[in-house]
C-alpha cells in the first residue's frame, strides 16, 4: 500500500510540473495603472466603489488618499436597515485609519440571517459580522446556507458560498466538497484559459473563494495544477479591467495564487529583447509568481532550444544563472556560445526549487521564449553581364564589390539582356543564406519613376536577375536614358538591411515604345480630370411609326364599341347608387394612377396612394356585390319598374 500511495504521490508531482505557464504577469506598469484607477474613483459616487477602490488601493500596499473624506463618506451613506451598505462601510472602516460606525452598526446583522434571503445578503452579512467582530453562530448560518443552496446554486452563490464556508468554524466539509461542482461549469478557451461565463468578476470571486475555504478545512481544493494555471492564466489576461468590482476580485484572487497552501503558477517571460546577436548574445528571462514577484532561490534550466524552421536542436540542459542587480526574479545564458544560424528559436525552460520540500509551484517545465537570431549579411560573388539577345556575341561580365559602385556606366539597348548575378553572405555562419526581400530598383535620372523588379535565388542560393530591355520597355514607358540600379535587401532576421548603388545604366529602347501621355510623362504630375458620361439616350423612333402603334393599340377598344353598336348596350339594369357610382370611380381612379405612375410618380407613392383609392373601391364593390345578390333573391313581379 505504502508502494502505491509512493507511486500516486511523484504522479501528482510529475503533473503539476507539466501544468500549462501562465503568459505574463502582473507588471510594475500595471500595478501602477490599476493604483491610478482606483485613485480616480475619488471623489466616490457610491458607497460600492468606495469599497471596491479602497480596498484595491489597500491589496497594492497604497495608503488611501484623503483618508478622513473617504471615511466620511462611509458613514454619511451607512444605513443599518440594509446589509449591503453595513458590509461595504465596515469594511471601509476596517482598513481606513482612525474610522469608526455608529455603535447601532451591528444591531440588525443577527436578524437578517434569514433562509428569505439570497446567498450574496448572507454574504453581505457574515463579512460585516467579522468586521465589526460580532460573533458568528456557525451553526445556525451553515444551515442557512446549505437551503439557500439549494435554491440557487449558480456559479455565483457557489463563490460566495465558499466566502462564507471559510468564515465560519465547526465541520464546513460539506461546503467545501461543492468546489468540484463549481469547477467542472469552467469554459475552456484555446486550451490555454479557464473561465467561467458570467466574466471575469465572477471567476475571481470563486477561485479566491475554494483557496481560502480549502485553507479553512486544510484540504486541497478539487483544482487540479493544469486548472489552476489556466485560470491563473485567464485572470492575469484580464489586468486591464476598468470596472472596480472585476478589477479589485482579479487582484485579490492573484494574491491568492501568490499565497494560497497547494498552488502557486509560476511565469517564465522573456525579458531581454528578442533579437539576439554576437553583439548581444545574452538570453534573460524572468521567473516569478503571477504578480511579477520572486518565489525564491530557484534552479533555472535550458532544456532546449529548437529552430522552428527545421527543428534543429543547439543546445540541451543548459543552466541559467542569477542575474546581476537586485531583481532576484532574472535569470540569463549566453545563447550564442551554441554558435546557432539566424532564425527563430523555442527555447525550453523548466525550473525546479532550491528548498526540495517546496511542492506548490505549478508550470515548472515546459515553459517556452521566443528567441530571434539575427546576423549581419554581405553581398557576395556580384556580377552584371549584358547578353545579347540572339547570343550572337559572348556576354561582357563586369564584377563589382558591395559597398562600392560600378565605376563605368554600362549601357544596353533593346538587342541586349541585363542580367544580374548575386549571392547574400551570411557573415555568422559563413555561408549563402536566402532573404525575404531581394529587388532590383531601376530609377530614371530626369523624371525619377521607378521600376522594381524581383530578384530570384536557384537551388545554391544564387540570385540571378534578367531584363530583357525589349520586352520591358512598357514597364519603362519607353523612357531611354540614365537610370541608377539599386539592389535592395532585407530580412527579418538581419541587422543590416541595405539599398546598394550597384551602378548606372543607360538603357536606349525601341523608337516608338515611348507611350504618349497628357502630362509629359512624368507619374507626378497633375493628370488631366476625369469627367464621367452618361450613356447617350437611344434615337426615338420616327413620329410616323409612332402614331401608327398608338393606332395599333387603340384599334382593340375601337372594334369594342363597334360591336356594342351593333349589337346593342343594356344599361337599363346599371343602378346609380352610391356604391355603384364610387365602384365604377373607384376602377377609373385606379387607372388613371397607374397611367401617372406610367409618367412621373414613383413605386411608393403610387403605393401610398393606391391603398386609399383601393381600399374604398373594395368597400363600394363589395356593397355593389351585396346588393346584386339581394336583388336576385327578390321575385321578378316584385322589383320596381326603372
Given at each position: 500500500?505504502?508502494r ?21 504577469f ?9 493604483q491610478?484607477?482606483f ?25 488611501v ?8 463618506f ?20 476596517k ?9 447601532d ?6 436578524n437578517?440571517v ?17 468586521n465589526?467582530?460580532?460573533p458568528?453562530d456557525?451553526?445556525k448560518?451553515?444551515?442557512v ?23 465560519l ?12 461542482d463549481a469547477i ?15 466574466g ?5 470571486l ?7 475555504l480549502a ?5 486541497a ?17 484580464r ?9 479589485y476580485?482579479?487582484l485579490?484572487?492573484l ?8 498552488h ?5 517571460t ?12 545574452i ?23 529548437k529552430?522552428r ?15 546581476a ?8 545564458f549566453?545563447?550564442m556560445a551554441s554558435?546557432?544560424g539566424?532564425g527563430?528559436y523555442?527555447?525550453t525552460?523548466?525550473v ?13 517545465s515546459?515553459?517556452?521564449?521566443t528567441?530571434k ?14 547578353v545579347?539577345?540572339?547570343q ?25 539582356k ?11 555562419a559563413?555561408?549563402?543564406?536566402r ?13 525619377k ?14 540570385y ?6 525589349a ?9 531611354s ?17 541595405f539599398?546598394w ?16 501621355s ?5 507619374p ?6 476625369i469627367?464621367?458620361q ?9 413620329l ?6 398608338t ?5 382593340p ?9 351593333r ?28 397611367y ?29 356585390l ?10 321578378m ?6
Amino acid at each position: 500500500m505504502a508502494r502505491h500511495s509512493s507511486f500516486f504521490f511523484f504522479f501528482a508531482l510529475a503533473v503539476v510540473g507539466q501544468a500549462l505557464t501562465p503568459s505574463t504577469f502582473f507588471t510594475s506598469n500595471d500595478q501602477a495603472r490599476l493604483q491610478a484607477h482606483f485613485t480616480t474613483a475619488s471623489p466616490y459616487k457610491d458607497l460600492a466603489t468606495a469599497h471596491y477602490s479602497i480596498l484595491g488601493l489597500t491589496l497594492l500596499g497604497v495608503a488611501v488618499p484623503n483618508n478622513n473624506e473617504a471615511c466620511q463618506f462611509a458613514q454619511s451613506k451607512f444605513d443599518p436597515g440594509k446589509v449591503e451598505t453595513v458590509y461595504y462601510a465596515s469594511s471601509i472602516s476596517k482598513v481606513l485609519k482612525g474610522c469608526s460606525l455608529p455603535p447601532d452598526a451591528s444591531k440588525l446583522l443577527a436578524n437578517a440571517v434569514s433562509e428569505n434571503s439570497s446567498v450574496q445578503e448572507l454574504f453581505f452579512v457574515v463579512s460585516a459580522m467579522k468586521n465589526l467582530g460580532v460573533p458568528i453562530d456557525s451553526p445556525k448560518i451553515s444551515k442557512v446556507l446549505t437551503a439557500l443552496l439549494k435554491k440557487d446554486d449558480g456559479v455565483a452563490s457557489l463563490g460566495y458560498a465558499f466566502h462564507i464556508a471559510a468564515l465560519l468554524s465547526g465541520n464546513v466539509d460539506s461546503f467545501a466538497d461543492r468546489i468540484e461542482d463549481a469547477i467542472v461549469q469552467a469554459d475552456e478557451v484555446d486550451g490555454k484559459y479557464l473561465q467561467f461565463e458570467q466574466g471575469a468578476g465572477t471567476t475571481a470571486l470563486v477561485i479566491d473563494g475554494a483557496y481560502a475555504l480549502a485553507d479553512a478545512v486544510k484540504k486541497a481544493p478539487a483544482i487540479n495544477a493544469e486548472q489552476a494555471s489556466k485560470f491563473a492564466n485567464f485572470l492575469v489576461n484580464r489586468k486591464h479591467t476598468a470596472n472596480y468590482r472585476s478589477a479589485y476580485l482579479i487582484l485579490k484572487a492573484l494574491k491568492t495564487f501568490t499565497s494560497n497552501s497547494y498552488h502557486i503558477p509560476i511565469v517564465v517571460t522573456l525579458e531581454s529583447n528578442m533579437a539576439v546577436s554576437a553583439k548581444s548574445p545574452i538570453v534573460k528571462v524572468r521567473v516569478s509568481n503571477v504578480l511579477g514577484q520572486t518565489i525564491g532561490k530557484l534552479s533555472v534550466v535550458a532544456e532546449k532550444a529548437k529552430r522552428r524552421d527545421d527543428g534543429a536542436v543547439i543546445l540541451s540542459k543548459t543552466p541559467l544563472k542569477p542575474a546581476a542587480g537586485t531583481d532576484q526574479t532574472l535569470y540569463e545564458f549566453n545563447l550564442m556560445a551554441s554558435k546557432p544560424g539566424q532564425g527563430l528559436y523555442e527555447i525550453t525552460v523548466s525550473v525546479a526549487p532550491a528548498n526540495t520540500e517546496e511542492s506548490r509551484l505549478v508550470g515548472t517545465s515546459d515553459a517556452t521564449v521566443t528567441v530571434k537570431v539575427t546576423t549581419e549579411v554581405e553581398v557576395d560573388g556580384a556580377e552584371i553581364l549584358l547578353v545579347d539577345r540572339d547570343q550572337s556575341s559572348q556576354a561582357k561580365g563586369s564584377k563589382v564589390n558591395y559597398p562600392s559602385k560600378l565605376t563605368s556606366v554600362l549601357e544596353a539597348d533593346y538587342h541586349q539582356k541585363l542580367v544580374m548575378k548575386f549571392q547574400i553572405k551570411d557573415k555568422l555562419a559563413n555561408q549563402p543564406m536566402r532573404v525575404h526581400q531581394a529587388f532590383v530598383k531601376f530609377t530614371n535620372q530626369n523624371t525619377k519613376q521607378e521600376i522594381i523588379y524581383v530578384a530570384e535565388p536557384d537551388a545554391k542560393s544564387m540570385y540571378k536577375f534578367d531584363l530583357d530591355v525589349a520586352v520591358k520597355a512598357s514597364e519603362f514607358s519607353g523612357a531611354s536614358g540614365l537610370y541608377q540600379m539599386d539592389l535592395i535587401i532585407g530580412d527579418a532576421v538581419i541587422v543590416n538591411p541595405f539599398v546598394w548603388h550597384v551602378a548606372d545604366v543607360k538603357l536606349t529602347f525601341l523608337e516608338g515604345s515611348a507611350k504618349e501621355s497628357d502630362n509629359g510623362g512624368s507619374p507626378y504630375a497633375v493628370k488631366s480630370e476625369i469627367k464621367h458620361q452618361f450613356r447617350e439616350p437611344e434615337k426615338r423612333p420616327a413620329l410616323a411609326i409612332s402614331n401608327a402603334f398608338t393606332a395599333l393599340v387603340l384599334v382593340p377598344l375601337l372594334v369594342l364599341f363597334v360591336t356594342w353598336i351593333r349589337i346593342g348596350i343594356n344599361v337599363r339594369n346599371f343602378s346609380f347608387s352610391l356604391s355603384a357610382v364610387g365602384f365604377h370611380l373607384g376602377l377609373g381612379c385606379i387607372f388613371a394612377l397607374y397611367y401617372c405612375f406610367w409618367l412621373q410618380l414613383d413605386m411608393f407613392t403610387t403605393l401610398k396612394y393606391l391603398t386609399v383609392i383601393g381600399g374604398l373601391t373594395f368597400f363600394f364593390g363589395n356593397r355593389l356585390l351585396g346588393s346584386i345578390a339581394a336583388k336576385r333573391l327578390v321575385p321578378m313581379d316584385l322589383r320596381p319598374r326603372l
